[in-house]
C-alpha cells in the first residue's frame, strides 16, 4: 500500500514571495490533516478535511494560507505572501474515517522562507 | 483544551541501557494517548497507542508506555536501547469522541550512544 506522498521535499522563497505544497493521500482515505512543525516544536494542525469539506481551519492563518481538496482526494497548500516565521516543515497526514485516529504521515516538505 | 508537556527536550543514552521518556497531558474528558517517531528526514511513524482497556501497551520494536489516569502520564519506556532507537518521539493526545485531532508535545530527541 502506498504512503502519504507529498511535493516538493525541499523549497526555498524570499519573503513575500507564494508557494504551494501538494499531498496524495492513502487511497480511500477520508479525512486529510495540514500540519506546520516549526523546528524544535511539535506539529500544530493547521487544517483539517473530511472528504471535500473543511472539519477544522480554526488554527490556519487565512489572511495568507489557503488550502483546498478538490474530488475529495489529493489537497493543495499555499502561503501567499510568506514571511520568515512561516519556515517549517509542512506535513500532510491522511486517516480512514471511522479509525481511533491512527494518521499516516508524508514525509514533509521543509520550507525556508529567507 | 487538551495540552501535553514533553519534560525532556534531549535524553542521551548509551546503547543497551534502559529508557524513559516523560509524557503528561492535561485535558477535562476522557483521551486517547499517542507516541509518534520521526527518523531524520521522514515523517512521523505511529509507535503505539491507547485508546481502551489495559494500561500498558506495547509496540513491536519493544517500546511500551504506561497510562496512569490519576498522574495524567503516558511514559514510553524500553529496557534497552539499539542504536537504530535514535530518532525524535513525539506524545499526542485526542480527546475520545472529538474530530480525532490530536495536539502533540514539543517532542524528545532520543540519542543511543556505542
Known amino acids: 500500500e502506498a504512503g502519504v506522498a507529498q511535493s516538493p521535499r525541499y523549497k526555498i522563497i524570499e519573503k513575500r514571495q507564494s508557494v504551494a505544497f501538494w499531498c496524495n493521500p492513502i487511497s480511500g482515505h477520508a479525512t486529510l490533516y495540514w500540519y506546520q512543525q516549526i523546528l524544535g516544536q511539535g506539529p500544530k494542525l493547521l487544517i483539517q478535511f473530511q472528504n471535500n469539506g473543511v472539519v477544522d481551519d480554526s488554527q490556519l492563518p487565512k489572511d495568507r494560507f489557503s488550502a483546498e481538496r478538490l474530488k475529495g482526494v489529493d489537497s493543495t497548500l499555499k502561503i501567499q505572501p510568506a514571511k520568515l516565521e512561516d519556515s517549517a516543515v509542512y506535513l500532510c497526514?491522511?486517516?480512514?474515517?471511522?479509525?481511533?485516529?491512527?494518521?499516516?504521515f508524508g514525509p514533509g516538505t521543509r520550507l525556508t522562507v529567507l | 483544551a487538551q495540552s501535553v508537556t514533553q519534560l525532556d527536550s534531549q535524553v542521551p543514552v548509551f546503547e543497551e541501557a534502559p529508557v524513559e521518556l516523560r509524557c503528561n497531558y492535561s485535558?477535562?474528558?476522557?483521551?486517547?494517548l499517542f507516541w509518534y517517531v520521526q527518523y531524520p528526514n521522514q515523517g512521523l511513524q505511529l509507535l503505539l497507542k491507547y485508546l481502551s482497556g489495559s494500561t500498558l501497551v506495547e509496540s513491536i520494536n519493544g517500546f511500551e508506555a504506561e497510562f496512569n489516569k490519576s498522574q495524567t502520564s503516558f511514559h514510553l519506556r524500553k529496557p534497552s536501547v539499539h542504536i537504530s532507537d535514535t530518532a525524535e518521539y513525539f506524545c499526542a493526545v485526542s480527546e475520545s469522541g472529538s474530530a480525532r485531532q490530536l495536539t502533540f508535545g514539543s517532542g524528545t530527541q532520543l540519542t543511543v550512544l556505542p
Open positions: 485535558s477535562s474528558v476522557s483521551v486517547y
Open positions: 497526514a491522511s486517516s480512514q474515517e471511522f479509525s481511533y485516529n491512527e494518521q499516516f
